[in-house]
């Protein structure tokens, strides 16, 4: 700032303060603005709302009210700082000060009633429930409404809020647009009141379930595959598909080959006649336009337990491991690479994972393996005769599991009774050196900081069967390993495991 505007505004001051003293000096720079409140309102019909003005000042203003564009004041309502109306219309104040000085006008305040006419939401398509990448339409009437130029205001508040069509349609719909959808006319003052309420609750998923019987071939009977959704009758089209093993078994196990005159059916089943080999199959739903998603139910199969020698499984014979003990599957046939598959899918063997070469062999583990249908599958594209594996048929007591390296002294362990049958009575006894530690519903035993002393056999019994004895070592958390216990115990356990062998061989016979 230089010296001589310095003195101008110095100068300004003094002349402000003479004429009008200290407390309005700042009048003389900017003007006040008045504060209409609330800013936006509907009013039902008969009802009224309560405006209410001020002016940010402690100087005493005269609000004076207008309505729509008008110049002039309202006179009735001079001087009131709330007023109550019940008219529709666009409403402002402002401020007048004895000398006759005004504010700027407030905003405008903007005040609709609602008629007593009422506005009616319906959808298409009428579906019970809309899925993900679905399209549908809202459409709003207003019953009498008609010959006038209604716009139309929606629930939920989304995008703009200002529509003139009365029809509004979402597309590849997803979470975002569930809601209760609502509409009402809007024109000029006035409103409908809103409408009826549609909820839309949008779903993620979309399975539809694939049924297949018989669900072992026999010659010369027919394959039905039935694929059911949730509202069968809602306008789907059925496509079906026959799996074919997928090289790359990181991604989805199967590729989807079409089957014959098998896209989009109105038909929710499809019969496949001459069916000799292990096989599986897909169903695919769709319907209207835009359907963005494709909706695959999980892939189902029809076995066949004749051995071909394209592609064989063979089961057999038990191994016997350090205290578990496991079955071999083999799978043999014209294709270099083989991988094992099982129904149902929880607890699928390891070699479900990769393609193994040659004579393949998965060997099975029978205290984490279920009972199951069991059959190969090829690179090349062959699926093998099919087999029930009951596990119990190998082995059907507890097992008994223990760290196999021997446990640090004063570290938390837990051992447990591995039970693989459902449990019938809720109790599992835990032996230590066939002494009894404990005998409750727990399948495990946990020493919050082992000792020294906890070393020993362990074995465990549930319902009448006893496990294999296995031994736990304890080394101190400092010193070197402990030494010559291992030897005694590991004989213990060989002669626990001979016992089974000759058990399960005889169960084999
Ligand atoms: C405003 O409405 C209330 C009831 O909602 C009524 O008691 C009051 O008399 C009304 N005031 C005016 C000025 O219409
Ligand atoms: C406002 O007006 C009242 C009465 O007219 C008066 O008593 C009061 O002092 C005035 N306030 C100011 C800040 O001028
Ligand atoms: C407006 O109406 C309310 C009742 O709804 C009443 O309490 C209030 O005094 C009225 N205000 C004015 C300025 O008339
Ligand atoms: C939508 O449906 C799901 C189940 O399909 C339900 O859990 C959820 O509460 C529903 N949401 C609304 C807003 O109705
Ligand atoms: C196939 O199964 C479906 C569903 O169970 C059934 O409605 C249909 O009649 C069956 N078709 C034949 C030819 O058996
Ligand atoms: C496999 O087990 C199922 C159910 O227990 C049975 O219906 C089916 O006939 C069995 N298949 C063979 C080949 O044994
Ligand atoms: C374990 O407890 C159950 C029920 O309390 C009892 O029936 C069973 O005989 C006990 N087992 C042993 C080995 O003591």
């Known amino acids: 700032m230089d010296m001589s505007m310095r003195h101008t505004l110095l100068g300004l001051f003094l002349l402000a303060s003479l004429f009008s003293g200290n407390a309005q000096v700042k009048y003389l720079f900017e003007k006040p603005t008045a504060i209409l409140r609330p800013i936006s309102y509907e009013i039902p019909l008969g009802g009224n709302v ?70 009616i939401i319906t959808i298409q398509p009428k579906w019970t429930q809309i899925y993900m990448g679905e399209t549908f339409t809202v459409r709003c009437e207003i019953p009498g409404g008609e010959g006038t130029y209604w716009s139309y205001d929606w629930r939920p508040k989304r995008f703009t809020t200002y529509y003139t069509t ?23 003052n006035s409103l409908t009141q809103w409408s009826n309420v549609i909820p839309v609750n949008i ?29 069968p009758s809602e306008g789907w089209l059925f496509s079906w598909y026959k799996a ?25 089943f499809y019969i496949i006649n001459g069916q000799t080999s292990t096989a599986g199959y897909v169903c695919r739903v769709e319907r209207g336009s835009n359907f963005y998603h494709d909706y695959y139910s999980d892939p189902k199969f029809v076995w ?15 191994v016997q491991n350090f205290g578990y003990d496991s079955v071999k599957l083999t799978c043999k046939g014209n294709s270099p690479l083989w991988r094992v598959r099982k129904f149902p899918e929880n607890s699928v063997p390891y070699c479900s994972n990769f393609w193994d070469s040659g004579e393949s062999v998965c ?20 699926f093998s005769n099919a087999v029930n594996i009951t596990i119990q048929d190998f082995y059907s007591g507890p097992i008994m599991v223990i760290p196999d390296d021997p446990v640090k002294t004063g570290t ?60 736990m070592s304890v080394k101190s958390a400092a010193g070197p390993e402990s030494s010559s216990f291992p030897v005694t115990a ?20």
């Open 412 to 471: 938390f362990v837990s051992l447990s009774c591995k039970l693989r049958r459902k449990k019938i009575f809720p109790s599992v006894a835990f032996y230590h050196n066939n002494k009894l530690i404990q005998n409750d519903s727990r399948e495990e035993l946990n020493f919050l900081a082992v000792s020294k002393s906890d070393e020993g056999s362990y074995k465990c019994q549930y319902s009448g069967k006893e496990s294999p004895s296995r031994y």
């Open 363 to 382: 060997t099975i583990d029978t205290t984490y393996s279920d009972d199951g249908v069991y059959w190969c599958e090829s690179m090349s594209k062959e």
């Open 244 to 268: 074919v093993p997928y090289y790359k078994i990181t991604e989805e196990p199967y590729t989807y080959e079409l089957l014959p005159d098998g896209s989009k059916t109105a038909q929710s």
């Open 304 to 318: 066949s337990a004749d051995v071909n020698s394209a592609a064989s499984l063979t089961v057999g014979p038990v």
């Open 50 to 119: 309560t405006l209410s003005c001020s002016v940010e000042d402690s100087d005493n203003w005269t609000i004076l009210w207008y309505r729509g564009s008008n110049d002039e004041p309202m006179t009735e309502y001079e001087g009131k700082k709330a007023i109550n109306v019940s008219q529709s219309g666009v409403y402002s104040c402002r401020g007048r000060s004895d000398s006759g000085r005004l504010t700027y006008k407030s905003d405008y305040a903007i005040i609709k009633d609602t008629l007593p006419i009422t506005a």
């Open 203 to 231: 779903s993620f998923t979309l399975r539809p379930v694939l049924t297949v019987s018989p669900s072992w071939l026999s010659p010369g009977a027919s394959v039905n595959l039935s694929c059911e959704v949730e509202y």
């Open 490 to 509: 590991r004989m213990k356990v060989m002669n626990a495991v001979a016992f089974i062998l000759v058990m399960m061989l005889s169960m084999n016979q």
């Open 166 to 188: 009365n029809e509004r349609t979402f597309h590849n719909v997803g979470w975002e647009d569930n809601g209760d959808y609502q509409c009402r006319g809007n024109k000029g």
